[in-house]
């Protein structure tokens, strides 16, 4: 795929919002040192730089048909960019807190076209069965990264030792097949359909102060 440097230098610099931003340590394909670089995620795009003061990138990684893992380094918060095939380039990347390697391992799976096409295929269904007169389910949200042992990501639903336990969360609501307020869902607007479900979720709410407040 050829790409024109000064489009990409433009979008890289543009002053458009971006999807992530801030320093990396990228490790040189054929040396073992790693560079601290700045990095502009943008769409499927990432940009690297030598600073944040620079106007044209380094290089860009086109971020799709690839996937993001924690990996073991010399570097900590270390993680990888792979590409599928024999002769496909790996990025090794490290952030500089735990924090910020959460934070780009997300953004990075997120940003190819083929996770939006599942995104919005997702979301067509749920509007498919809001029209159809159903409930459609919450979206699942994206489990945290466990933490590392050995440079491997461990999974536990185990809460760590010496935690303290937490506020018992509130009980979840019988499921049940909701009515429609004045008429089909389809025909409700999105300000209706909001204060509809906003009028159950207050009236759960106060319910379950209501429980703890008593002795």
Not at 15 to 24: E, I, R, S
Not at 96 to 122: I, N, T
Not at 154 to 177: K, Q
Request: hydrophobic content about 40%; some cysteine; aromatic content about 10%.
């Amino acid at each position: 795929m050829k790409l024109n440097e000064r489009s990409l230098a433009f979008y890289a610099t543009c002053d458009a919002p971006v999807d992530n931003a801030g320093f990396l340590y990228k490790k040189g394909g054929r040396h073992a040192a790693y560079h601290r670089r700045w990095f502009v995620l943008r769409g499927n795009m990432l940009f690297y730089f030598e600073d944040a003061a620079s106007r044209e990138p380094v290089g860009v990684i086109i971020l799709e048909g690839c996937t993001v893992e924690l990996v073991e380094a010399a570097e900590e918060f270390a993680f990888a960019v792979r590409f599928a095939g024999a002769r496909a380039r790996t990025y090794v990347l490290a952030a500089e807190s735990q924090a910020a390697m959460e934070g780009w391992v997300k953004a990075l799976s997120r940003a190819s076209f083929d996770y939006l096409r599942l995104v919005v295929r997702e979301l067509e269904q749920q509007l498919a069965a809001v029209r159809a007169g159903g409930c459609p389910l919450p979206p699942r949200r994206p489990r945290a990264l466990p933490p590392k042992e050995n440079g491997c990501a461990v999974w536990s639903a185990e809460p760590p030792a010496g935690a303290r336990p937490g506020p018992v969360p509130p009980p979840l609501p019988p499921r049940r097949r909701a009515s429609a307020p004045n008429g089909p869902l389809h025909a409700a607007s999105f300000a209706r359909l909001h204060e509809w479900y906003g009028q159950e979720v207050r009236a759960l709410r106060s319910q379950w102060l209501r429980s703890r407040a008593q002795p």
